[in-house]
């Protein structure tokens, strides 16, 4: 008896999740992180690390704390349309890694209030570095997915860079 109910059962369960499965929709973007990590005006700054040694982005043990203006276009000119808030860690021994974990904060348009929330190991010695999309809210909820990063522009004399993201997420 209890075979004959667990396989209407099954049944039911599959064509709901397949149903749900449906609605899933998919968002890519590429938004512009604005870094500034020197100056008055930093963006990303280091908040600790291990006592007596340099708190770097290549040094085991450093906390960066982040809040980078997200812009539309490549050019810190172009209109700002998210915040990238919150840290990263230099989580392997030679510095290779960084663990990242941030929260793409909307504040403009369409997605205004959504979030998309970014956790992964970046290899910093790479060009482009991918991490994943774990969760989002608003527009984005229950969001995954998978972020891509590319520093597309450098100037070490002023400390400033402009990360390329490009984000691919399936949400509802």
Known sequence: MAA??????LLVILVCSQSEASKLRTTTMTLYFQDWSAGPNATVIPITGLPGR????????TIFCTDDPITE???????????AQGIYVTSALDGSNTH???????THNKYNGSTLE??????QIDNVREV?????????RYAKGYATFETVYLDMSLAYSVIQ???????Y
């Open 100 to 106: 990242v974990l941030i929260s793409i904060v909307f």
């Open 73 to 83: 276009g490549l050019d810190k000119a172009s209109p700002e349309i998210a915040r």
């Open 4 to 9: 004959k109910l667990s396989l209407p059962l």
């Open 132 to 140: 994943s999309v774990v969760a989002g809210t608003g527009k984005f």
């Open 165 to 171: 993201c490009n984000v691919t997420v399936k949400h």
């Open 118 to 123: 970014v956790q992964g190991a970046s290899r």
């Open 54 to 61: 340099l708190w770097s982005f290549f040094s085991f043990g």
